[in-house]
């Protein structure tokens, strides 16, 4: 009874945000991505109202979490998420404008693959050494032109919850250009605990998740954003890596293990 309450308002929502897609769609070209109203262009602000929207849609209330040592927003730098579910890039689009590396399957999945594709996303094929020489050097060109990119380096959602090993590859153009590494740690949480409903199931397609999903009861997504990393001349892209995976971790871990750490400063996106 509950799940058909839920989809009677929110399938007319769906709805919606198909039409605001398409409108979003029309909005991100060449002259939407010069014209800036305030701090943003049209496009960014046309893929943001789009991701809040879905957001919405989906009952995921978003909360930012500011601690001490964070300067983004305010710099452009590269961001460094753990994966938790393709709702990932929702989450994040809601918050800033951004770029994302992303496999090239995201590419082909129905409206969401196109606007993703809108918002800038650099599409990477597995396995493929020549597609990731290009998307270093689309991510270095992104990144000395001032935009937010941002990457899963853990290659893709853990098959089991947590935090996976981080590769550092992709950490590459931002420490070759001294520019600040941004770890941003999220969290899926119902009632206060860690959920893992967001998460593929086995053998689940896109379009099968998006459905359960629109029937689920709403969840809270944390955004951690943790101390920024400034890198150095001399060091080595898989210490920072492990750097930023090692701060990721521990703010993955249960509220009860971080009892005596500084309270930081929460916002709802």
Excluded at 99 to 105: D, G, I, N, S, T
Aim: charged letters at 15%.
């Amino acid at each position: 009874m509950l799940i058909m309450l839920r989809l009677l308002w929110r399938i007319p929502m769906l709805l919606l945000l198909l039409l605001v897609s398409f409108l979003a769609m029309l909005l991100v070209n060449p002259l939407g991505s010069r014209v800036r109203c305030g701090q943003h262009r049209l496009s960014q602000h046309a893929v943001r109202a789009w991701a809040r929207l879905f957001a919405f849609t989906f009952a995921l209330r978003i909360q930012r979490i500011q601690h001490a040592g964070a300067n983004w927003p305010g710099i452009h730098a590269l961001l460094v998420a753990n994966h938790q579910s393709w709702q990932d890039i929702i989450v994040l689009l809601s918050i800033e404008p951004m770029r994302f590396v992303a496999k090239r399957e995201i590419r082909d999945w129905p409206v969401f693959g196109a606007m993703v594709a809108a918002a800038g996303t650099v599409f990477i094929r597995r396995g493929d050494m020549q597609s990731t020489d290009q998307v270093r050097d689309s991510m270095h060109d992104a990144l000395q032109a001032s935009s937010n990119v941002a990457i899963f380096p853990e290659g893709g959602v853990p098959t089991s919850p947590g935090v996976a090993r981080f590769h550092a590859r992709l950490f590459a153009p931002a420490i070759d250009a001294m520019l600040p590494i941004q770890p941003l740690c999220l969290r899926y949480l119902i009632n206060g605990r860690a959920s893992q409903r967001s998460r593929f199931r086995q053998r689940e397609s896109f379009t099968a998740s998006l459905v359960r999903l629109l029937a689920a009861p709403p969840q809270t997504v944390q955004v951690h954003v943790l101390p920024t990393l400034m890198p150095q001349h001399d060091r080595q892209r898989k210490a920072v890596a492990r750097q930023a995976e090692e701060m990721i971790r521990q703010c993955y871990q249960p509220e009860s293990d971080r009892a005596s750490q500084p309270s930081p400063q929460a916002s709802v996106v």
